[in-house]
């Protein structure tokens, strides 16, 4: 689709470790549009963290993409030199991480950390950047901003990290965040301040946002759309409220079967069938077999 | 009304804080459990649910004596097992089990599974060599899991499977009680589903008495048929679940199942946060 901030098509990354390939990423397609937020979905090695990876190519050893393209604003991520990449990371794409306590460096004042990403990703100079710290902070609503640039990470609590590195993230305007499970270590309150964070970032830049979570509770609450993954491939993609309400595709009914609710009695749960998952990998290998030539 | 198998009467607990430890001499106490009233019925299935901080966990431990109160009851079939000393309490341990957080932890990467499901039973001196080796092998089909796992060590294993042994380990000794801390929390949606319903096939099959500490509320609904509140080391709220959830009375209550994101898109939901805070 032209206008896309993030246009991947026909996505394969296969691990190569001598001899052997294994497939991690099965064609899959996805675009976001300036200023939407998609809820990238799936279980543990479905595909949506290698699918973050990839964007920001730190694939991990061995794994490279081996087929198709990840346009962000029309220049092919995949195919653009390392330099040109790097100067995109930081600053018009951005990352908001898991665990934020392993994100921050812990001998590192909060305040330093902040403004050495002005500094390298918005050409601030030292004065700059240390001001505009404190701002950034007050702007993802951290009482004492002054007192807390001053501070270590591990002074802070889990929610407060996270603030800090959402306000590193939306520091230089980025056209793209990716969001990689932000909330997973948080209690519920605190999670709905950061969702509530987020969401008022983004909309006051414009910014485009991937929100990667296997929670269909968040994708309901925060994004537009959303695409389902299995085994490396799209198996659903639409507006999440028609997803979420009625999902077409088995596997995404069974998922949401297979969540628990509070409003509901305890009987409604089903796990997932398993004749379903059996499908579901056959459907990979048959696709492996027939698209060899896309690993290599 | 039978007495309660457990009842927790002005319980307290204090434990070493160690962010305030001074370089030389012990850590100074702070009080986690604020005085705490609660019975638990044989055969119930109590959730405990809090954010972190409030003092769940600490319960769950001071329930199977890995803590000691600091003050008030905890009655374990009428006797206070709180200032029971080791020896006294050494029978009850066969009795009173807990599945932790963490398989990945919790079992010794050393060990196959057939020792570490053997473990218990050597420790309460129960079967021969061979007898526990088959009392093994029954558990782990039990727990759903094949029975040539026997001589797999923890790392073959995913984080489902694991959690299933640490099921198989706690119900190793037939116990009548269970304290499950947080079980579920690191395991995607499928696997949680089935953790939980082989726990509730299992609390049926044993006839076990149940506490499930959790921070997820939906999570509880599933199992428990009664849920407490925690808040700072005290209960706010109490009672059955499925009145608890439909009807809260106390705020804090209210606001921890208003944050619950169910997957449902509802408008203005998100800005029901605080956006200050954290």
Redesign the interface.
């Known amino acids: 689709m032209s206008g896309a901030v993030l246009d991947i098509a026909d996505l394969h990354v296969a691990l190569h470790r001598g001899r052997t390939i294994v497939p991690l990423l099965r064609g899959v397609g996805l675009a976001i549009q300036p200023g939407e937020v998609r809820g990238l979905v799936g279980?543990?090695g479905a595909g949506k963290s290698m699918i973050a990876r990839a964007i920001f190519g730190l694939l991990p050893g061995g794994a490279r993409i081996t087929r198709g393209r990840a346009l962000f604003e029309g220049r092919d991520l995949a195919a653009m030199a390392e330099p040109e990449r790097r100067a995109l990371l930081g600053a018009r794409i951005a990352l908001i991480p898991q665990d934020p306590m392993t994100s921050l460096n812990p001998v590192m004042r909060i305040g330093e950390q902040v403004a050495t990403v002005l500094r390298l990703k918005g050409g601030l100079d030292r004065r700059a950047a240390r001001e505009r710290a404190v701002e950034l902070l007050a702007e993802v609503?951290?009482?004492e901003p002054k007192r807390v640039v001053q501070l270590y990470p591990h002074e802070l609590?889990?929610?407060?990290r996270?603030?800090i590195l959402i306000a590193m993230a939306f520091s230089c305007a980025p056209r793209l965040v990716i969001a990689d499970e932000p909330t997973t270590a948080l209690?519920?309150?605190?999670?709905?301040?950061?969702?509530?964070?987020i969401?008022?970032l983004q909309h006051r830049q414009g910014a485009a946002v991937l929100f990667v979570t296997?929670?269909?509770?968040?994708?309901?609450?925060?994004c537009q759309s959303v695409t389902v993954l299995y085994a490396g491939r799209v198996v659903e993609d639409g507006a999440?409220?028609a997803v979420?309400?009625g999902p077409r595709h088995a596997y995404t009914a069974?998922?949401?079967s297979?969540?628990?609710?509070?409003?509901?009695?305890?009987d409604a749960?089903?796990?997932?069938p398993r004749t379903l998952i059996e499908t579901l990998l056959a459907e990979a290998r048959a696709y492996d077999a027939a698209n060899a030539g896309a690993y290599r | 009304m039978n007495a309660p198998l457990v009842s927790l009467r002005g319980l307290r607990v204090s434990l070493p804080n160690r962010a305030a430890k001074p370089m030389f001499g012990p850590a100074p106490l702070i009080e986690i459990v604020k005085g705490i009233d609660l019975d638990i019925q044989r055969g119930a299935a109590l959730a405990i649910v809090g954010?972190?901080g409030s003092g769940k966990t600490t319960i769950g431990r001071t329930l199977v004596g890995l803590v000691k109160p600091s003050g008030g009851a905890l009655l374990y079939d009428g006797a206070d097992i709180g200032r029971m000393d080791e020896d006294a309490f050494r029978p009850l341990r066969a009795r009173i089990q807990m599945i932790f957080q963490d398989p990945q932890s919790s079992l010794n990467p050393r060990l196959t599974l057939a020792s570490i499901l053997a473990r218990p039973l050597e420790a309460f001196g129960k079967g021969t060599a061979a007898g526990r080796r088959k009392r093994a092998g029954e558990l782990l089909d039990i727990v759903g899991l094949p029975v040539a796992f026997l001589d797999r060590y923890p790392h073959e294993l995913s984080g489902g499977q694991r959690q299933r042994v640490g099921i198989a380990r706690a119900i190793a000794l037939a116990p009548e009680f269970i304290v499950a801390d947080e079980i579920v929390s690191g395991l995607?949606?499928?696997t949680?589903?089935?953790i939980?319903?082989l726990l509730?096939r299992l609390r049926a099959d044993f006839n076990l008495t149940l506490v499930f500490i959790s921070?997820?509320?939906?999570?509880?609904?599933?199992?428990c048929d009664e849920v407490a509140v925690l808040s700072a080391g005290q209960i706010v709220e109490q009672g059955k679940t499925?009145a608890v959830?439909a009807d809260p009375q106390h705020p804090y209550t209210r606001?921890?199942?208003d944050?619950?994101?169910?997957?449902?898109?509802?408008e203005g939901?998100?800005?029901?946060?605080?956006?200050?805070?954290?």
Request: hydrophobic share 50%; proline share 5%.
């Open positions: 279980e543990s609503a951290i009482r609590s889990g929610g407060m996270q603030r209690d519920v309150t605190v999670q709905r301040q950061i969702l509530r964070l969401h008022d296997h929670n269909l509770g968040l994708v309901a609450k925060l999440a409220a979420l309400a069974a998922l949401l297979a969540t628990p609710r509070l409003d509901r009695p305890a749960l089903s796990p997932l | 954010e972190s995607d949606v499928s949680q589903a089935q939980l319903l509730r921070h997820d509320l939906s999570v509880v609904r599933v199992l499925a959830f606001e921890l199942l944050s619950v994101p169910l997957p449902d898109v509802e939901w998100i800005m029901r946060g605080a956006a200050t805070g954290a």
